[in-house]
């Protein structure tokens, strides 16, 4: 790397840095409008009202509503598609653990982004082209990746046999309807908690899978003999 | 009663069984032209075409698109709403029998009319009153339900002790979901089979509230005596 590409390198990573920044702000201001006034009778010069910015300073970030069905595309459903990948092929993570931080993944977009996740749904019939193709593509990919990462985990014997897919997707369900419920300012890491809990109980084969303790052992031991002996 | 009515008694019953049977093929023939070319592109005259019938007799059954919307809400909303109830107010059954049961009709009435879900859900903002009210309500009164049956079966310690409200929710996610992946002509037994499992080992502190054999409770104790021993 020359003395010149080092001196110019920070300035682009900034500049990434403070896009990213406004094109979260931008998608949330504007799925929040979508969400109160409906996609078609929102404009651009609504959404430019709500950032406090100009419509001209609005165009160097988006020039039409297309093109924020494609931000969204991008924003959602790829990027949750890049990062399960990343997860599913980390060899250091068991399935179990791959499952919990799938959950946590999943509810903390759901959670942080609601009106992204459900104008993004709503707006399915409205995608452009090649936003469409690449939102089909990202959907199938986290299905392909959740499926996968059970399907090991039914392997090693951690998880219960289950059809992985149709695990899959009530995995998603349960994580995307917090989209439909969460209400703003509402804690995260409680519900994060609960959900991840719920996912590894639905799935796990054994006490060990959970996080139990020698107490907890002990009980589910003397249920069991009770069943049994009752069943004599 | 008088021999009259006795008489005319049949006559309105077979009636209504009647309405009931077509309105419930009008609204799947109209939710499946909304969610094809979007409610404000389809008319009248679409869904009497689509069901066979001119449109003096679709007349009979509903008279506008808002009319459609709020048939939407009875027969999905507070349909659901009135049978929770009842099931919640049984006697007769524990709370995870009750836990199954609520688990398997959710999910049948999204396989049976997975898009009069979805519309109704998507058309939340255009439902005319009364119908938007009686929506909000009969969505608070399935909570409602769910929640009641949740904190009883915590209350007799046949559930781990959960935010009840938040499992509710998670609940409802996974079985409403289906209604976004459920494929036409899918066999719906084995989906009902995962998902009351799931809804079960989500909730169930003991094996004992599972659908265990005599192999899984010695399974179970052998896997916990295991896990025991490697912690002395």
């Known amino acids: 790397m020359t003395a010149q590409h080092e001196g110019q390198s920070p300035k682009p990573a900034r500049s990434t840095t403070r896009r990213t920044l406004v094109t979260t702000e931008l998608l949330d201001q504007a799925t929040q409008l979508f969400a109160a006034k409906g996609y078609e009778s929102t ?3 609504d959404i430019a ?7 001209p300073a609005l165009y160097h970030y988006v020039r039409s509503k297309d093109d924020l069905l494609a931000m969204l595309v991008e924003q959602v459903s790829q990027n949750l598609a890049d990062v399960l990948a990343d997860l599913a092929a980390r060899a250091d993570l068991s399935p179990t653990q791959k499952l919990r931080e799938l959950t946590g993944l999943l509810v903390r977009q759901r959670v942080q ?18 936003a469409d193709t690449k939102h089909v593509e990202a959907k199938r990919r986290v299905l392909r990746e959740m499926t996968a990462i059970i399907d090991a985990g039914v392997a090693t014997g951690e998880f219960i046999p289950v059809p992985a897919r149709t695990a899959a997707l009530s995995l998603l ?4 309807w917090v989209a439909w419920w969460i209400k703003p300012g509402a804690e995260v ?3 994060v908690a609960t959900l991840t809990g719920f996912a590894q109980r639905m799935l796990a084969s054994t006490a060990d899978g959970r996080p139990a303790t020698p107490a907890d052992a ?6 069991n003999l009770d069943w049994l002996e009752q069943r004599m």
Not at 218 to 223: A, P, Q, S
């Open 43 to 45: 404009s651009l010069q």
């Open 49 to 55: 009202d709500a950032m406090c910015i100009s419509r």
């Open 113 to 130: 982004h609601p009106a992204q996740f459900r104008i993004l749904d709503q707006s399915e019939k409205l995608l452009p082209e090649p």
């Open 173 to 176: 369900g349960m994580c995307n």
């Open 189 to 191: 890491e409680p519900i």
């Open 218 to 223: 002990l009980r589910e031991i003397r249920t």
